[in-house]
């Protein structure tokens, strides 16, 4: 769907939580692929799991994220103090002069957080974006990436992932978008994130229905 289509009323069939046991399941998985990952009872505690990988006085970016929003990472990242934090330096730049600047703090931070829109039961991650900005450094980019995942975000293969993506984050998205600014948000850019070699990437499952 690009941005100029109306879009479709969320498809409430991928609003469904996995069960905890799908969410074990799901981390078995992603850790044969060479990622960490591990299954938070709920948003409380998937704030512990994220905050304590960081250290005090670690550079941290995070993309635009309601999960991070929702579990209280979004706040302690930009307002304890504890961190150097990226995304509120990034707002202080100029985008006529300082775009070089701009882009490579944003692509490399040492600590990459934030979300996906699905993750399928054979362990690949899947991101959506508009503008790219969070997939250099998820990818690749950023010295540590930690992603937290709600337990709706669960499906059973790629194939679905794209329809979840299609048929519901990107409704809920494009309003969250107009309110925040102003204007449509569009799927230019996809992520596939079948495996990690350098065990840079964590994935912290939520059993809890989290985000879009």
Not at 65 to 87: H, K
């Amino acid at each position: 769907m690009s941005e100029n289509e109306t879009p479709l009323s969320p498809n409430p069939e991928f609003a469904v939580p996995a069960t905890r046991e799908r969410l074990e399941s799901v981390a078995e998985a992603l850790r044969r692929h060479g990622m960490r990952a591990m299954v938070a009872a709920n948003r409380d505690e998937a704030k512990q799991l994220v905050l304590e990988q960081l250290p005090d006085g670690a550079q941290v970016h995070q993309g635009a994220s309601v999960t991070l929003d929702t579990i209280g990472v979004t706040e302690a990242i930009e307002q304890s103090g504890r961190y150097n934090a990226v995304r509120p330096k990034l707002y202080t730049l100029d985008r006529a002069t300082q775009m070089d600047e701009i882009r490579r703090l944003g692509a490399s931070p040492d600590f990459m957080l934030g979300s996906v829109h699905a993750v399928t039961d054979d362990g690949s991650l899947v991101v959506a974006s508009a503008s790219g900005s969070q997939i250099g450094a998820y990818a690749s980019g950023a010295g540590q990436t930690i992603l937290a995942v709600g337990s709706q975000k669960v499906v059973p293969d790629l194939m679905t992932a794209l329809r979840r993506i299609d048929e519901y984050t990107f409704p809920l998205e494009d309003e969250r978008a107009q309110k925040a600014y102003g204007m449509h948000s569009a799927i230019h850019q996809l992520l596939v994130i079948n495996g990690d070699y350098s065990g840079r990437i964590t994935v912290i499952l939520i059993d809890e229905p989290l985000g879009f």
